[in-house]
């Protein structure tokens, strides 16, 4: 039995150590575990609020481009009420180009009847 004790003392002195080693070890591992958990935490509620945040900005810009959407439908509406009108106020420097011409050829056409009344 001595032989038995003496082997179990042996075993003890050389595995005791190595396993109270392998006991701190594993107490720290689970410290920094613990630590890397929480940053893990503290990263995934960061990224929640920034998706939070992106999607507020998202929807921010879609009013923005509605909003543009109607200003630019407006601006067409405004072109083509604004060319319909340089068409008619065309159509009326036409017409009055036609009438001051006449009237001109009509001056002249007077002043040669003077004219030939007076020969």
């Known amino acids: 039995m001595e032989i038995v004790e003496k082997i179990k003392k042996i075993i003890q002195e050389l595995i ?32 929640i609020d920034q998706s939070r945040r992106i999607d507020e900005t998202n929807k921010r810009i879609d009013e923005t481009n509605k909003r543009i959407d109607e200003t630019n439908k407006r601006i067409d509406d405004l072109r083509v009420e604004l060319r319909d ?4 106020n065309n159509m009326r420097i036409d017409r009055l180009y036609e009438v001051i011409v006449r009237r001109d050829e009509h001056e002249k056409l007077e002043m040669r009847v003077i004219t030939l009344e007076h020969a």
């Not at 009108?85 to 008619?88: D, F, G, L, T, V």
């Open 85 to 88: 009108e340089i068409a008619k």
């Open 16 to 47: 005791l150590p190595e396993l109270e080693i392998i006991k701190g070890e594993n107490a720290e591992i689970k410290t920094i575990l613990q630590f890397t958990n929480k940053r893990i935490d503290d990263i995934n509620t960061h990224l």
